[in-house]
């Protein structure tokens, strides 16, 4: 008797979290849904704190915040950002350096395009607060090095040196690149010109199917026409969720560049459980948010500390 109700418990248990799996816009993996409910962002912390438990893990464990340039291999390019240890301590100033979340976002890009569930090339990529131009010029290579007869990558070492000034999303720019995105990052207006130089100088080594543009972008201001029409397919960010008080503002963006086959991959540190709480809690209003779990993560580039949602517009 004792074992049918530990059977049927079992079932019941297995019932209710296939009910909180699905896919979500054009990512072909599975999620966990953070389900709609006055509880459910704080069950969604407390699950995050309790069992990832980031304060245990090791920070930066993909990232040297100390060196003056970093390298990281990514779809068989050997891209080599150069930081600002200096800057680091600056109130305000965070892109200065790598974190974790960038690569871990950049990787699973990467992962994502090779295991076949996401397909970037020739799709539109827009990336919030890109600093100064490495996720959006990845996106505009790695479907430039996929042969569209074979889908296989081309294996080509090349060197890319990158200026972080006052963002290292990048980064992830460079990914998306080369993928083969059509990339446009954004960010505020006195960081345009660096950016824009950036991607003049590191993107003419290569022979991209994609492209890199760099445009303004103000949280909760109208966005330029060249941001959604027409509507982006993919919608970036790295460490975006920094503060309660930009929330509302980063709402208001997402919600103007989201369209209905819009998907949003947005990946963060998990430093603050007030703030991501707050951020969730608002976004459920207009949006349908899924956790991706770390066995989707590219094998070599998964932390604790870090966290990795897909939003889709209601």
Known sequence: MASNEAAEVKEEEEEREDATMAKLGSYGGEVRLVVDGEESAAEEIMLLWG????????????????SLKLSIDSCGHSLSILQSPSSLGTPGVTGSVMWDSGVVLGKFLEHSVDSGVLVLQGKKIVELGSGCGLVGTMISCVDSCLETSEVSIFR?????FIIVHCSYFVFLSCIAALLGGEVIL??????????????????KQFCLRGSVTATELIW?????????????????GSDVVYSEGAVEDLLETLGQLCGPNTTIFLAGELRNDAILEY????????????????????????????????????
């Open 220 to 236: 909760g201001d109208d966005a330029d026409p060249e941001l959604v029409k027409p509507m982006p397919d993919y919608v970036l």
């Open 279 to 314: 951020f969730l809690e608002a976004a459920m209003n207009n949006f349908r948010i899924g956790r991706v779990d770390q066995n989707l993560w590219h094998p070599d580039y998964r932390s604790n500390r870090v966290v990795l949602y897909v939003l889709v517009k209601k």
């Open 156 to 160: 080509i070492v090349l060197t890319q």
């Open 51 to 66: 069992i990832q438990q980031p304060t245990l893990s090791k920070p930066n464990s993909f990232v040297s915040q100390s």
């Open 186 to 203: 954004t960010d505020l207006p006195d960081r345009l010109r660096l950016l824009r130089k950036n991607i003049e100088t590191n993107m």
